[in-house]
């Protein structure tokens, strides 16, 4: 069972030029978000102004030390902080629907997307020339989510539900929309950016969303004994839903993990160890990546960029938080295939959201073992994709044909974004 994910186009080029620096564009410069300085006043042919009298002297201070004191239009950034809160002006310029707290769609976007502009809006706010900036934008956000919870699946019937415990639907639940099925990996994007976002604000009300959608997710372990590989979590609510995948798995145990760090309940690191096991379990291949998901015994063995990102990223914070060197080294193991595996071609046939997810995670495990890849592989992406894939007003384009899409922008944004903040920021 999948959703539809849009593919980007095969680029040769992609290779050669991604690894080339590139330049910011005239109109891309850290002025563009700051007054312009006026024109000289004196006449073209002058190379140099006369020597003005006293009383000049003093006015031209006076206007000088005024022009000091006035306070910039925007935000002062720069480089990678500059190009992402370009993207997410274009986001919010293009996709957010004013006064809703809400994304366009059908006629609201889906959680999916809604997730990863949450993700760029809590990236951006690391930034700390934009913290200050972001604040606003992060209430919106939370304002915008709270239409997704669903406390019982009370919606339209899209099917027979196998939880009804309190989580975010796919689509806005009742009354704002139809609500119904709740996928467990969308839960698992949002459940780890209000993890952030408490860390960040320190206000308990995101923490709690954190709690309650681990709480949707443990319920939702498979442990019945009759299963194929007994253990991990579904793809959705769906009582029809057969699929236990990579993708619900592993980020619910990073999401374990942070809860473990801020709350220091044991029963958050036990529920990591295993998810992280049972992946390691049932879905690790030969090649040291993992697959996607196994169904009805059979595995599947599509090798997607996210999937190798999310455990990574819980190899890595297992290590940290209990000091077991082998979680390091699993995490190693994998980093080290999927850098052969997923060529920068391989990673430009995939949504932009697949890289995203995988390139914070690299990053992270660079920043503990200091290895270089991480960054760079994201700054060669991004910029590929802001001189190759970027319309006018800085609105990004994906799938075949290319089309603007929420979920693009977003994931470019939170790449640049990421690129800017410190990696402790990442998690």
Same mark, same amino acid.
């Given at each position: 069972?999948? &959703?539809?994910?849009?593919?980007?186009?095969?680029?040769?080029?992609?290779?050669?030029?991604?690894?080339?620096?590139?330049?910011?564009?005239?109109?891309?410069?850290?002025?563009?978000?700051?007054?312009?300085?006026?024109?000289?006043?004196?006449?073209?042919?002058?190379? &140099?102004?006369? @020597?003005?009298? %006293?009383?000049?002297?003093?006015?031209?201070?006076?206007?000088?030390?005024?022009?000091? &004191?006035?306070?910039?239009? =925007? /935000? $002062?950034?720069?480089?990678?902080?500059?190009?992402?809160?370009?993207?997410?002006?274009?986001?919010?310029?293009?996709?957010?629907?004013?006064?809703?707290?809400? !994304?366009?769609?059908?006629?609201?976007?889906?959680?999916?997307?809604?997730?990863? %502009?949450?993700?760029?809006?809590?990236?951006?706010?690391?930034?700390? @020339?934009? %913290? &200050?900036?972001?604040?606003?934008?992060?209430?919106?956000?939370?304002?915008?989510?709270?239409?997704?919870?669903?406390?019982?699946?009370?919606?339209?019937?899209? =099917?027979?539900?196998?939880?009804?415990?309190?989580?975010?639907?796919?689509?806005?639940?009742?009354?704002?929309?139809?609500?119904?099925?709740? +996928?467990?990996?969308?839960?698992?994007?949002?459940?780890?950016?209000?993890?952030?976002?408490?860390?960040?604000?320190?206000?308990?009300?995101?923490?709690?969303?954190?709690?309650?959608?681990?709480?949707?997710?443990?319920? =939702?372990?498979?442990?019945?004994?009759?299963?194929?590989? #007994?253990?991990?979590?579904?793809?959705?609510?769906?009582?029809?839903?057969?699929?236990?995948?990579?993708?619900?798995?592993?980020? @619910?145990?990073?999401?374990?993990?942070?809860?473990?760090?801020?709350?220091?309940?044991?029963?958050?690191?036990?529920?990591?160890?295993? %998810?992280?096991?049972?992946?390691?379990?049932?879905?690790?291949?030969?090649?040291?990546? +993992?697959?996607?998901?196994?169904?009805?015994?059979?595995?599947?063995?599509?090798?997607?960029? +996210?999937?190798?990102?999310?455990?990574?990223?819980?190899?890595?914070?297992?290590?940290?938080?209990?000091?077991?060197?082998?979680?390091?080294?699993?995490?190693?193991?994998?980093?080290?295939?999927?850098?052969? +595996?997923?060529?920068?071609?391989?990673?430009?046939?995939?949504? #932009?959201?697949?890289?995203?997810?995988?390139?914070?995670?690299?990053?992270?495990?660079?920043?503990?073992?200091?290895?270089? /890849?991480?960054?760079?592989?994201?700054?060669?992406?991004?910029? !590929? @994709?802001?001189?190759?894939?970027?319309?006018?007003?800085?609105?990004?384009?994906?799938?075949?044909?290319?089309?603007?899409?929420?979920? $693009?922008?977003?994931?470019?944004?939170?790449?640049?974004?990421?690129?800017?903040?410190?990696?402790?920021?990442?998690?």
């Amino acid at each position: 069972m999948s &959703r539809t994910m849009p593919i980007r186009r095969p680029c040769v080029a992609f290779v050669i030029a991604a690894l080339l620096p590139a330049a910011l564009p005239a109109s891309a410069s850290a002025t563009h978000l700051r007054a312009r300085t006026p024109a000289s006043s004196y006449p073209a042919e002058n190379s &140099r102004p006369r @020597a003005p009298s %006293a009383r000049a002297h003093a006015a031209s201070r006076r206007k000088v030390s005024r022009r000091r &004191r006035a306070k910039p239009r =925007g /935000p $002062v950034v720069h480089g990678d902080a500059l190009r992402a809160y370009l993207a997410f002006e274009a986001m919010q310029r293009d996709y957010y629907i004013q006064g809703s707290g809400l !994304y366009a769609g059908e006629p609201f976007s889906y959680l999916w997307p809604f997730s990863q %502009a949450l993700a760029s809006t809590v990236s951006l706010a690391h930034v700390p @020339a934009l %913290a &200050r900036t972001l604040r606003r934008e992060l209430s919106a956000r939370l304002v915008g989510l709270q239409s997704y919870l669903d406390t019982d699946n009370s919606g339209a019937p899209e =099917g027979t539900y196998t939880s009804s415990l309190p989580a975010f639907d796919a689509t806005a639940a009742p009354p704002t929309g139809p609500g119904g099925t709740k +996928y467990y990996d969308d839960n698992d994007w949002v459940g780890i950016e209000m993890v952030r976002v408490y860390e960040l604000t320190h206000e308990p009300g995101p923490l709690g969303y954190a709690e309650g959608i681990m709480a949707f997710e443990i319920a =939702g372990w498979q442990s019945n004994p009759a299963l194929p590989c #007994p253990g991990g979590i579904p793809f959705s609510n769906e009582a029809e839903n057969s699929d236990r995948n990579t993708v619900t798995t592993a980020p @619910a145990a990073e999401l374990a993990l942070l809860l473990y760090r801020d709350t220091h309940n044991p029963q958050y690191l036990q529920f990591a160890q295993q %998810a992280y096991k049972w992946v390691r379990s049932c879905l690790l291949l030969p090649s040291w990546l +993992y697959a996607d998901h196994i169904r009805h015994g059979v595995v599947d063995a599509t090798v997607w960029s +996210y999937n190798q990102g999310t455990m990574i990223g819980a190899g890595t914070l297992l290590y940290q938080l209990t000091g077991n060197a082998e979680y390091l080294f699993q995490a190693r193991q994998t980093a080290r295939a999927a850098l052969e +595996y997923l060529t920068p071609a391989r990673l430009y046939l995939e949504n #932009p959201f697949f890289p995203s997810v995988y390139f914070r995670n690299l990053m992270y495990l660079d920043s503990v073992t200091h290895d270089p /890849p991480g960054a760079r592989l994201a700054q060669a992406y991004a910029d !590929y @994709a802001w001189q190759y894939d970027r319309g006018a007003g800085n609105v990004f384009l994906g799938g075949s044909p290319p089309s603007a899409q929420l979920l $693009v922008q977003a994931s470019i944004a939170q790449i640049y974004a990421l690129l800017a903040t410190p990696p402790a920021a990442y998690f």
